[in-house]
């Protein structure tokens, strides 16, 4: 990947807080992270971590209230997307940032053909006339392998099955050449065949296009297979990020080393008990001022309740926010 | 692991078992043809073990599940779960089996009853089945409770308060509740999160080991099989497409769909990914309301020869324990020399067949 290159967005800082009957939520709490272009980062972490609340904050997709971005910045195309005008925002989503959701089947309206939802963005954000936006929505549904595209124009989102649909998502999300692509679990819902025919698609359209791509799961399988640079998620902080196979062969965090442990390896024998992380994840009612991986984990020490960690950087694009060194097996130094 | 069970006895035997649901059309609701949801399936549970049944969304796994328990009334085929014959007794009599087999379902949401406490959900079938009452069937319930690590304070709860995972546990303990001696699990941790899943996996198998229980385990998370069963069906279309012990089938799969799926399944490790060989299925999987002539899988078969979509290939034992239904193994097709084109799809199988 393009080393050095100028990060294509560049988030700083961010913190958004739910406001709901019950008190407040904080549920992301000082993120920061950039990605920089034909960059595939992963993202990842169980559910309740903030995987899909930063990404949302990032470009305003929550609703307000009740939640509210409480600060940091949001760098793209030297612009802070935090504090620029609703238009401006509007015209940046879907144009220059595509997103796909997790859920091919309630993310598409069902009255509008596949067609009319497709050619929207292009007539909205590029002003193509209809002819030119129907000729490029019959490329974009060829391009993700729909066959028989010109006529699959017509139809309606219920007459395509699952892999199809998701097929048309990624097609509106690509459709004005974004330079950022955010995926949020965009293959949980589907299965593995069809899953693996839709990375290969993205490992291809990202070569063909070069476009930066925020990837969210909780499969680290898929993360081993596609991403460059993973960050894990817990409590609403990035308590670890890496490049993908120092994640995988050097896991510096005792979350993302638990995480690691879950999984069934395919080689695993039966009878060898899968390890478990007990507990889930808290709800943050303030902004955390110790580890919120605290409690589940089986490394803490009285540090770990006095103060919150901050990332620490082990060089090599690798960070970590733990007092504990997995290497010493003791209190990290320094 | 073959030959220890092949000493077993065998506790479910289903043999031919169809289930179609019919489509209706016109005012009439005529009916006009058969969604073929399971078409004509065959496998055996031996006692005490764990057979996963895996397929993509849409194979008719989790009907078949259903139909061997008579959750539906299969339409043809037989069914005996420890001697009994289930599948073609009548509704009256089937009420007395029940406690031998029972099921744990995917969604622990939907399949609990909001209005009634923890309390009540397990101890429902014991008041329907059994002789206890009163204190003695609260103490059975504080039994089960404890059996699936669910705290006994909780017993007054009800299910919105508990987590995704919790709940399982209660759907656990009331398919423990009269003792069964089968239990189908139709997609039990699907919809956990993935440290939440490693918790139920561990539940059933330190259950299994206790009680000697026997899983039908139906899930589409090939992994999680792996690690659960001791044997795994592949079913496509309504159909099994290859049967045999884990080691050998997750090793070396006969069938090109099982050689498909398992090369989809992504591993967690980057530089067994980069170096891995995927073989992408084109398109989807077919109407089981109009499968294609011949072979099931002939329209996205890899490995695809002139009889695939003519024949339809049976079920036959190719190796000690593993059955498979394909061409590629066929021995008529093999004595004739066959076709250019069988020879050529034949090729890299060899090892197989000497």
């Known amino acids: 990947m393009p080393d050095g290159a100028v990060p294509v967005l560049d988030v700083r800082d961010l913190k958004t807080v739910f406001r709901t009957r019950g008190g407040e939520v904080h549920a992301v709490n000082s993120v920061s992270f950039d990605i920089r272009p034909g960059e595939l980062l992963g993202v990842v972490g169980e559910s309740g971590s903030g995987k899909s609340v930063t990404m949302m904050s990032l470009i305003g997709l929550l609703p307000s209230p009740p939640a509210e971005v409480r600060g940091g910045r949001v760098l793209f195309a030297g612009t802070d997307l935090l504090r620029c005008p609703p238009e401006h925002l509007r015209s940046v989503r879907g144009h220059d940032i595509g997103f796909i959701f997790q859920d091919p089947m309630t993310s598409l309206n069902p009255v509008f053909t596949v067609g009319f939802q497709i050619m929207e963005p292009l007539r909205r954000h590029k002003g193509m006339t209809r002819a030119a936006a129907r000729e490029r929505a019959r490329e974009l549904l060829e391009m993700v392998g729909i066959p028989d595209a010109g006529r699959r124009l017509r139809d309606y989102p219920h007459q395509f099955s699952g892999g199809m649909r998701q097929r048309v998502m990624i097609a509106i999300a690509l459709a004005c050449d974004p330079k950022v692509l955010i995926a949020d679990e965009p293959t949980t819902a589907l299965d593995v065949t069809i899953q693996a025919q839709i990375l290969e698609l993205v490992r291809d359209l990202r070569q063909k296009l070069g476009m930066a791509i925020v990837w969210i799961t909780h499969d680290l399988g898929v993360i081993a297979g596609i991403a460059d640079r993973v960050i894990v998620m817990y409590g609403g902080q990035i308590v670890e990020q890496a490049p993908v196979r120092a994640l995988f062969g050097n896991p510096q965090h005792p979350y993302t080393r638990a995480l690691l442990k879950t999984i069934p390896h395919v080689p695993g024998a039966r009878r060898e008990k899968l390890s478990v992380i007990q507990g889930q994840p808290p709800i943050l009612r303030a902004a955390p001022d110790s580890c919120a991986f605290r409690a589940r984990c089986a490394h803490a020490f009285d540090r770990c309740a006095r103060e919150n960690p901050v990332r620490i950087d082990l060089g090599g694009g690798h960070d970590v926010a733990c007092f504990w060194d997995p290497a010493t097996g003791g209190p990290r130094h320094g | ?354």
Do not use: W
């Open chain 2, 1 to 354: 692991m073959a030959e220890a069970a092949a000493a077993r006895r065998k506790l479910v035997e289903v043999q031919g078992l169809k289930m179609y649901f019919p489509i209706t059309a016109g005012l009439l609701r005529r009916k006009v043809g058969d969604v073929k949801a399971v078409d004509d399936v065959s496998f055996e549970l031996y006692e005490g073990e764990t057979l996963g049944l895996v397929g993509e969304s849409g194979c008719g796994k989790s009907t078949a599940g259903r139909a061997i328990i008579r959750l539906y009334d299969p339409t043809a085929g037989r069914v005996r779960i420890d001697g009994h014959d289930i599948g073609s007794a009548p509704q009256s009599e089937l009420r007395r089996f029940r406690p031998l087999m029972q099921m744990v379902f995917q969604d622990p949401q939907a399949s609990l009853n909001p209005r009634m406490t923890v309390a009540a959900i397990i101890g429902e079938p014991l008041g329907e089945h059994t002789e206890l009452r009163g204190d003695a069937l609260l103490r059975r319930v504080y039994e089960l409770m404890d059996a699936v690590g669910l705290n006994r304070s909780f017993a007054n709860r009800y299910p919105h308060e508990f987590s995704g995972g919790q709940r399982q546990r209660i759907g656990i303990a009331r398919a423990l509740a009269l003792n069964p001696k089968f239990i189908v699990c139709d997609e039990p941790i699907a919809a956990l999160d993935v440290s939440i899943q490693a918790q139920v996996v561990n539940l059933l198998e330190e259950l299994q080991d206790r009680l000697g229980l026997t899983y039908l385990f139906i899930s589409h998370d090939l992994s999680m099989v792996r690690h659960i069963a001791d044997r795994v069906a592949v079913m496509y279309l309504g159909r099994i497409a290859e049967i045999g012990p884990r080691d050998g089938l997750y090793e070396r799969p006969l069938h090109p769909y099982t050689e498909a799926l398992l090369s989809a399944v992504p591993e967690p490790d980057p530089n067994v990914e980069s170096r891995r060989r995927r073989i992408i299925l084109k398109g989807d999987v077919p109407s089981p309301a109009n499968p294609p002539p011949g072979c099931n899988f002939s329209t996205r078969c890899p490995k695809v020869m002139d009889i695939c979509r003519r024949i339809e290939p049976v079920v036959a034992e190719v190796e000690p324990g593993r059955r498979v239904a394909c061409h590629l193994y066929d021995k008529t097709i093999e004595t004739a020399g066959g076709t250019a084109a069988a020879t050529e799809a034949r090729a890299p199988n060899k090892e197989t067949r000497t």
